[in-house]
């Protein structure tokens, strides 16, 4: 059995990953590692708690005696880094702690690999693997008519949030080069599906609409992103640990570059076909303009060429099934939302983004 170390594993992608490898790969344990900050949550992972082959510990990648323990007690040969703090608005008012979690935490984790890779007296099961997921948003923004980023495109973050995933990745490029660790990164786009936090937009306008609440939309809400489905997101970086070349990087994108405005449009348009007797059809009318982030950046689009052809891959969903699964999925797990949306700390939080862009979401 392969042993793999996934950080990060009670977030949104995390745990998405986790249920992935253990419902197609039976050669593997995963080992859970995760602080249970306010996106951690361990309800995301309920089908999967049983399985002999799944492992939680909770703790703090910034924790380096802990870190150490862990990789070795597990006789850890792969690491799979989602751990981060991830939403730009929270950057924005509070960047010291994405400094301390998305460097400071990926350096740890680093050091540590190397150091008990290195000092192996018996070889472990496996390759070696340190993979590493980053964001589309460390390229900075696209003007209209520029090409797609590729895995050779400049780095140019605009956010706290990604500057710090950009210190991170070259952290990885750099244990890579200098030590000959095995490593890989990839930067993906804007992820959807189950088990998102409710802070980020599909969830927060799908949750609101439901309950006729404002659906609050940045300025004029012609950002354009590349949506994938977290699905998708988790075949790719499967990829990438199994088949990819070590010190490489790898987009991963959706495919489809729309604007925010149009992704909000669309559900919207889901609910009122999924919600019939909705009191607030058309669920449109909801759409509220609301002051827009600073320094937002305006279009991201990425090229997974690389990707398709070296390892095959391609999204598997089109963004209009991607969003009616996920739709759909929140519609089911009333209990899972009422969860999340019900803890103090992201009502508070929802309150003091909102609330000063003219755009309540009470």
Known sequence: MLNWLVT???????????????????????INFDLLTYAGNLNNLKTVENDPRYTFVQGD?????????????YAINTIVHFAAESHVDRSILGPMQFVKTNVIGTATL??????????????LV????????????????????????????????????????????HLVRAYGHTYGMPVSISNC???????????????????NALNGKA?????????????????????????????G????????????????????????RLLDEMVSASKYRPHESLITFVQDRPGHDRRYA????????????????????????????YLDHQEWVEQITDRTNYQDWMQKNYDKRGGTVK
Not at 8 to 30: E, K, P, V
Not at 110 to 123: M, N, V
Not at 245 to 268: D, F, H, K, S
């Open 8 to 30: 990060g594993g009670a977030g949104f992608i995390g745990s998405n990953f986790i249920q992935y490898i253990l419902s197609t790969r039976s050669d593997i344990n995963i």
């Open 61 to 73: 990648i910034c924790d380096r005696q802990f870190v150490d323990a862990v990789l070795r007690d």
């Open 110 to 123: 680093l050091d540590a690999a190397r150091d008990y890779w290195s000092a192996c007296s018996a070889p």
């Open 126 to 169: 496996g390759i070696r693997r340190f993979h590493h997921i980053s964001t589309d948003e460390v390229f900075g923004s696209l003007k209209p008519g520029e090409p797609a980023w590729t895995e050779d495109s400049p780095y140019a973050p605009n956010s706290p949030y990604a500057a710090s995933k950009a210190g991170s990745d």
């Open 189 to 207: 786009s804007n992820n959807y599906g189950p088990f998102q936090f409710p802070e980020k937009l599909i969830p927060l306008v799908t949750l």
């Open 215 to 243: 659906l609050p939309v940045y300025g004029d809400g012609q950002q354009i992103r590349d949506w994938l489905y977290v699905e998708d997101h988790c075949e790719a970086i499967t990829r990438i640990i199994t088949d």
């Open 245 to 268: 070349r070590p010190g490489e990087t790898y987009n991963i994108g959706g495919n489809n570059q729309p604007a925010n405005l149009e992704i909000v449009r669309t559900i919207c």
């Open 302 to 329: 990425m090229d997974s060429g690389k990707l398709r052809q070296e390892l095959g891959w391609a999204p598997r969903y089109s963004l209009e099934e991607g969003l009616r699964k996920t739709v759909r999925w």
